[in-house]
C-alpha cells in the first residue's frame, strides 16, 4: 500500500520546461549558438547535463558545469513557472487523505526552499531536500538515506517525476514510479523506462488504486 509520495521539483510540479527552453536559447545566443525548440529539448535532454549541451555546442571542455547551471537558473528566474494547477489539487488531495510528501530535486537545497515557498506549497512536504553543494547529479544516494533513516518502506513509496533519472532513482531505491509527460522529456522517451507514464498529475490517483 501506498503512503508515501516521493515529488520531483523541476518539470514534475513546477511547470518550467517553457522557461527552460527560452533560458537554454538566451545562453546559446550568449554563444553564438542557434536556437531549440521544444519539442527539441523534450526529445534531446540527457544526463549528465555536461553530454547535453555538449550536443548543443557548448564547449565543455573550456566551460564550468557549476558556472553553466547558475547562468541557466538566473535566466529561468526571468520568466514564469508557476505550479502546475492539477499538481496543486494533487497536493491537496493526498494531504486530506494523509498520504506522507516529500520533495526531493537535484536543485540547492537554498534554491529549492526559495522556490517552494514562493510558490506556497512548503506546507505540503514533510521533507524538502535539495542539494547541499554546487554539483549536479543523481537523487538516488539521498532518497536512500532518507528513507532508511525514517523507517520508510521503499515498496510503500511512489516517486513522481518527469526524466528518466527519476525512475533511475525509484530503480535504485526500489520504489514503484510515475513519469509525467508534461515536463522535460517526451513521452517517448519516458515510456522506455518502463516506468507509468502519465499525461499529467491528475492521474496519479488511478496508480495508487492500481498499486493498492
Known sequence: MISTILWDFNGTVMDDMGASVEAVNAMC????????????????LVMPLERFYSSIGFDME??????????FQQECAKHSRPVFPEVLEALEQFRQKGVRQLLFS???QDHLIRQAEERGITHYFEEIVGRKDRSLGGKEQAA??????????????????D???????????????ALIEKGHQHREILSKTGAYVLRDASEIEEILEELQ
Do not use: N
Request: hydrophobic share 35%; charged share 25%; aromatic share 8%.
Open 163 to 177: 526524466l528518466t533519472t527519476d525512475y533511475d532513482m525509484a530503480s535504485f531505491v526500489g520504489c514503484p514510479c
Open 106 to 108: 537535484s536543485l540547492h
Open 29 to 44: 545566443s550568449r554563444r553564438g549558438l542557434p536556437r531549440i525548440t521544444e519539442e527539441w529539448y523534450t526529445l534531446h
Open 144 to 161: 536512500a538515506a532518507y528513507l532508511k533513516e525514517h523507517g520508510i518502506d521503499p515498496k510503500t513509496v511512489l516517486v513522481v517525476g
Open 62 to 71: 573550456k566551460e564550468v558545469l557549476a558556472d553553466v547551471s547558475e547562468e
